[in-house]
């Protein structure tokens, strides 16, 4: 069983940068179509971005796109996001997650079927 472990948030002002990293257990990391959403307080967990097992394919929701960047090191089965350019509604708990079963790099969150604990990102105006 694949396990995650979300790292990088923190408090952060406008228009400043931040790291997620999504540390994945289990030799069978590296064939997972992985992603990462957020969930704001009072609000409905939103897709943010997601990567195939080899990383060719990303998708980004439109309000990160130019934004935000993810990758992989399936090496290190290790997958990151990298937050630029930071907004006050950019503060969520941030989930990083995995698809077991299919490759497309999916928007829709019912598709991934691992989770992790989740990370807090803040962005102060």
């Known amino acids: 069983q694949v396990q995650l472990v979300e790292s990088g948030g923190g408090l952060v002002q406008t228009g400043d940068s931040l790291r997620l990293s999504c540390a994945a257990s289990?030799?069978?990391?590296?064939?997972?179509?992985m992603g990462w959403f957020r969930q704001a307080p009072g609000k409905e967990r939103e897709f943010v971005a997601a990567?195939?097992?080899?990383?060719?394919?990303?998708a980004y929701a439109d309000s990160v796109k130019g934004r935000f960047t993810i990758s992989r090191d399936n090496a290190k089965n290790t997958v990151y996001l990298q937050m630029n350019s930071l907004k006050p509604e950019d503060t969520a708990v941030y989930y990083c997650?995995?698809?077991?079963?299919?490759?497309?790099?999916?928007?829709?969150?019912?598709?991934?079927?691992?989770w992790g604990q989740g990370t807090q990102v803040a962005a102060s105006s």
């Open positions: 997650a995995a698809r077991s079963r299919g490759v497309v790099a999916s928007t829709r969150s019912y598709e991934y079927d691992l």
């Open positions: 289990g030799r069978s990391a590296s064939s997972y179509t």
């Open positions: 990567i195939t097992a080899s990383g060719a394919r990303t």
